[in-house]
């Protein structure tokens, strides 16, 4: 290699490495270290190795670059600026980590093209990356190499290995063979807190090399290695992790090699040190003519490529074709919507009583039957949480073709894996497992509502009702706890026929993860009446029995899944009382809270009114429908190990105590009441007004 190419490559990285440095500086916060030691092995991978072309940022069939280490940030909004992408300015590398700007703290997917994933939470990106390259050979498979065939490039940092969640992703992606994906270790020994021996010592290497990985190692600024080991990577046969031995701040006389450049600007006097040092004499913001064409020519490079893989797609076999389409633009079949009803009348006339994983095992089973596009998983619990159909062939590492993916124990893997694949595009990805470890997936969901990515867990054993497995496995604040998720909507469907609706809704809001909560047990199917289209579920709650003919409720009974029913039940019992009872099902909060004033009126009644929720979850949540003096009917404590029916008797989430309860608190409702009135005569007059204003009521129906 002769010496011109190494200065212009160095020349090339330092574009990068000083619009980290002065991005950071201008905005006096970021993390310049990692940019500043990363910008070698970015400058070849971008200018040499990347298939990418900025024009066509969306290309189907381009590489996908995630950057794990989202702290570096700059790093990326670097690249995407240098290369041409339209929609970054070098006003917005000024703007950096301000308000409304695209280029935020760590790089938010929607923000900017090329920004293939949201990271930050470290280790992330790395299971993003491993369902990205699975979502790449699954759609090979589909599709064949002439359309599908690009890697996968993964930054990580010592912090993203040092999570557990990498651990569970290098594991599932050894196990599969993905032979597309490049992870690139910064392997500088430094983390905030110093050099990563103070809590570190374990042989990387030999880890990814246990879970079937290539593994390469080079000096992350020496141009001929990087070059010789991302070549080595091209035609592997595993994963391959580079183990890139960097200097934290590359080019700082001060501050390189310590983690004082890890999270805050250089400073002044060591930006200019810098500058020195690197001999960069170029002003702030400024990149040199010469060396701005040619990362445009990078930019640039694979547009041949572009354009010659269009061509390929274009006479792609025609129904292939326009099937691929329709996924990519989020439509459904034509006839799927009819087939769907049809679907819904026949679990309508059947009116089975099961438990809610069951009836979502039959919807799954005609969905997936539909909808090629859906791709079904779970973390080792498949039988339990029923999540795999007679359309789902399992994938391996042999056959791609399948369409469920056995994640292993992995939930939290499982939940980055599904984001990744959402990505990458072409599928809408689902997986199970129990309710009670959403915990340990809860990072993962978090980015999807915030990402706006259409994955869907199904998550099953929802309460105290799945028995004797005991307090470890009963949730108890866990729907609060997704509820209290932005854009994340949680379904708990309480029949069969809910069970559909929730799913419909699920696959309709395309920009919303949702959580579909489900029983264990056995449940009622509740209605009695057929809804043809979106049914009840669209509005999030609604009336699934009212009081005997529309009078003013005396209590209205909000419930969710299996507590429906008890909620039927009590308002039997109660109508026994003489008390008119609405039973209200509110299978999604996210949903009901988008409706307008007057539906939330039609459904929760005037202020007055007693409610009651019952849920065999905590209250948090619940007060906003109920009020402070609504009555919760539910947990307030952990659970216990017995069978569900007595774990409900011993907890009180029954119809006989909620009735009890109701009565009891009607009773001082009315005792308060009367206690307003000084004498009976003043509430003889209040009583007569009350009758004369329900008689011109019934007047104004009759007329109507
Ligand atoms: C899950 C998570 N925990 C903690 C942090 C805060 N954090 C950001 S960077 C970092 C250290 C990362 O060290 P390393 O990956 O070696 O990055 P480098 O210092 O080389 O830039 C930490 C703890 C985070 N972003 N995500």
């Not at 001929?224 to 080595?232: G, H, M, N, V």
């Not at 599928?427 to 706006?452: E, H, N, Q, S, W």
């Not at 008890?566 to 949903?591: I, N, Q, W, Y």
């Amino acid at each position: 290699m002769k010496k011109n190419d190494h200065q212009l490559a160095r020349e090339m990285a330092n574009c990068i490495r000083f619009l980290a440095i002065d991005a950071i500086e201008h905005a006096n916060s970021g993390h310049p270290g990692m940019p500043m030691g990363m910008a070698d092995i970015a400058t070849i991978l971008f200018g040499e190795f990347l298939k990418f072309d900025a024009k066509n940022p969306h290309w189907l069939d381009r590489d996908r670059f995630v950057l794990s280490a989202g702290h570096g940030s700059m790093l990326l909004y670097s690249l995407l600026y240098l290369t041409g992408y339209k929609d970054i300015s070098i006003d917005d590398i000024k703007n950096f980590r301000q308000l409304h700007s695209k280029t935020a703290g760590h790089p938010e997917y929607g923000e900017l093209d090329g920004i293939e994933t949201t990271t930050g939470p470290l280790g992330q990106g790395i299971a993003n990356a491993v369902g990205m390259a699975l979502a790449e050979e699954m759609l090979a498979a589909r599709l064949g190499r002439d359309i599908i065939n690009h890697k996968t490039y993964c930054i990580a940092g010592d912090g993203c290995l040092m999570e557990g969640i990498s651990q569970e992703a290098i594991s599932l992606a050894g196990h599969l063979g993905l032979k597309n994906l490049i992870l690139l270790w910064d392997d500088n020994s430094i983390s905030i807190d110093g050099d990563i021996e103070l809590a570190s010592s374990e042989n990387i290497k030999m880890r990814f090399e246990a879970c079937g990985w290539k593994v390469l190692a080079i000096d992350g600024h020496n141009f001929d290695e990087i070059r010789y080991a991302l070549s080595e990577a091209q035609n592997s046969t595993q994963p391959v992790m580079i183990a890139c031995k960097t200097i934290i701040a590359y080019g700082s006389p001060n501050k390189a090699g310590s983690e004082k450049s890890h999270g805050s600007p250089l400073g002044a006097a060591e930006v200019e040190a810098v500058r020195k040092n690197l001999n960069w004499h170029n002003a702030p913001f400024i990149i040199p003519e010469d060396l701005e064409k040619k990362w445009h020519e990078i930019g640039k490079k694979s547009h041949k490529i572009f354009k010659e893989w269009e061509n390929k797609f274009n006479s792609l076999e025609s129904s292939k074709k326009a099937d691929l389409e329709r996924i990519l633009k989020g439509e459904f079949p034509v006839d799927f919507q009819k087939k769907l009803e049809l679907f819904k009348q026949k679990i309508f006339l059947e009116k089975p009583k099961q438990a809610t994983r069951k009836s979502s095992q039959n919807t799954l089973e005609f969905l997936t039957g539909e909808l090629p596009e859906l791709i079904g998983g779970s973390a080792d619990l498949t039988e339990s949480v029923l999540t795999k159909t007679s359309h789902l062939k399992s994938v391996n590492k042999k056959d791609f073709s399948g369409r469920y993916i056995h994640y292993g124990i992995r939930e939290h893997a499982m939940g980055a894996i599904m984001n990744g694949m959402s990505l990458h595009g072409g599928f809408i990805p689902y997986g199970g497992t129990f309710l009670v470890f959403c915990d340990y997936m809860k990072p993962a969901i978090r980015l999807a509502a915030l990402m706006k990515q259409h994955v869907i867990y199904i998550f099953t054993h929802d309460s105290i009702g799945l028995g004797e497995d005991g307090p470890t496995h009963q949730p108890i604040e866990h729907l609060a706890s997704l509820r209290a998720i932005p854009n994340l909507n949680v379904f708990r469907p309480a029949d069969a026929q809910e069970t559909i609706g929730c799913f419909e809704q699920a696959l309709k809001h395309k920009t919303s993860p949702a959580a579909i909560i489900l029983t264990r047990q056995n449940v009622e199917f509740l209605r009695s009446e057929y809804v043809k289209d979106e049914g009840f579920c669209k509005r999030g709650a609604y009336i699934i029995s009212d009081t005997a003919l529309d009078i003013e409720p005396d209590v209205i009974l909000l419930a969710t899944g299996s507590e429906v029913s008890v909620a039927k039940v009590t308002k039997d019992k109660l109508h026994e009382k003489g008390l008119a009872v609405r039973v209200v099902s509110m299978p999604c909060f996210a949903l009901f809270e988008q409706q307008d004033q007057a539906y939330k009126n039609k459904i929760l009644g005037g202020r007055n009114i007693l409610k009651v929720a019952i849920e065999a979850g905590i209250s948090q949540g619940w007060h906003r429908y109920i009020g402070d003096d609504g009555l919760f009917i539910g947990m307030n404590s952990f659970g216990a190990s017995g069978k569900g029916e007595d774990l409900y008797k011993y907890f009180n989430i029954t119809a006989d105590y909620a009735a009890q309860k109701i009565a009891e608190q009607v009773k001082s409702r009315r005792k308060a009441a009367i206690a307003k009135y000084k004498d009976k005569d003043d509430m003889l007059d209040e009583l007569d007004k009350y009758k004369e204003k329900i008689l011109q009521e019934i007047d104004e129906d009759d007329k109507e």
